[in-house]
């Protein structure tokens, strides 16, 4: 119980009277350019967490020799 190769063709016909292909080309790159823009920002965000963690993974070192070097000081 499908959709028949008929029934696509017969909406897509209709589409297109509906909206014109000129706007329905605006609309595909408008939305192929959203979708680039999120991956985009899904790839600056995993790098920004990446870099976060490695700044947190470092912090306790830093502050370990900072405590080493206090106690040497005393």
Known sequence: MGISPWQLLILLAIVVL???????????SDVGSAV?????SMHDENDQSNSS???KDKLPED????DTESDKRK
Do not use: A, M, P
């Not at 509906?18 to 595909?28: A, D, E, M, V, Y």
């Not at 680039?36 to 985009?40: E, L, S, V």
């Not at 502050?63 to 900072?66: A, L, R, W």
């Open 53 to 55: 963690e490695q700044h």
């Open 63 to 66: 502050q370990d020799s900072s």
């Open 36 to 40: 680039k823009g999120f991956k985009k």
């Open 18 to 28: 509906l909206f014109g292909t000129k706007r329905l080309r605006n609309i595909g």
